[in-house]
């Protein structure tokens, strides 16, 4: 029996804290030579997010490869997916080409009905979890920015001060003209191009970029 393997981590954070793709490769090789697969190959998608799998070209890849009776093993669903759709999607793809699933972390196989059952289920409350997470953070960060605490990298036009943002009034007036310069119908490339003419240096001592004017504007804007 032969088997592809499929890691993934979307931050440097979170290979810090033990789900590395080292450790799922680890993992998925030692599945394969206690049941007698062959691991024939293993697809990465390294600092990609898991809400799509249109973008994870690692994905992609493995799902091309898989084969009838042929697994695809990896270190627990939420690495393979984080919606219920791409996760149901995936499974209804690989029971199409006669593949097999196997989710290390949940103990899960698709080669009976139970086990396609519990993934079914796993995929639903992956998706719940995920969703609950990001309830939470927009909430604590939009508590965070009506008391003026810091809720991200510190934005031109602030320093920190003791954990809440303070006014720096040189680049408020920065701030000032980049809006009066949209609103007068600049583009945002325009803007940055006259922001370096003029030596204004962004935050962190950097040039402007049109994306740089963009997210300065939709931070006024919100």
């Known amino acids: 029996m032969k088997a592809i393997g499929y890691i993934r981590v979307s931050t440097e954070r979170q290979a810090d804290e033990g789900v590395s793709l080292e450790a799922q490769k680890a993992r998925i090789a030692a599945w394969c030579a206690a049941n007698e697969y062959e691991l024939v190959a293993v697809h990465v998608d390294a600092g990609i997010s898991g809400k799509s799998m249109d973008k994870r070209q690692g994905l992609q890849q493995a799902m091309a490869t898989i084969k009838k009776d042929m697994a695809l093993v990896v270190y627990s669903l939420s690495r393979l997916a984080r919606s219920t759709k791409d996760t149901i999607a995936i499974s209804e793809q690989l029971e199409k080409s006669g593949a097999d699933l196997v989710s290390l972390s949940e103990r899960i196989d698709t080669t009976g009905a139970a086990g396609k059952m519990l993934f079914r289920m796993?995929?639903?409350?992956?998706?719940?979890?995920?969703?609950?997470?990001?309830?939470?953070?927009?909430?604590?960060?939009?508590?965070?920015?009506?008391?003026?605490?810091?809720?991200?990298?510190?934005?031109?036009g602030y320093s920190e001060v003791e954990g809440r943002l303070?006014?720096?009034?040189?680049?408020?007036?920065?701030?000032?003209?980049?809006?009066?310069?949209?609103?007068?119908?600049?583009?945002?490339?325009?803007?940055?191009?006259?922001?370096?003419?003029?030596g204004i240096s962004g935050k962190q001592g950097g040039r402007w970029y049109a994306s740089t004017v963009r997210c300065i504007l939709q931070r006024k804007a919100a």
């Open 122 to 156: 796993m995929a639903v409350l992956n998706e719940f979890e995920r969703d609950v997470i990001s309830e939470r953070t927009t909430a604590a960060l939009a508590h965070k920015k009506a008391i003026g605490e810091k809720y991200a990298p510190v934005p031109f």
């Open 166 to 198: 303070v006014a720096v009034e040189s680049e408020a007036l920065v701030v000032a003209e980049i809006m009066k310069k949209r609103q007068a119908g600049a583009t945002l490339q325009a803007i940055a191009e006259h922001l370096n003419g003029r």
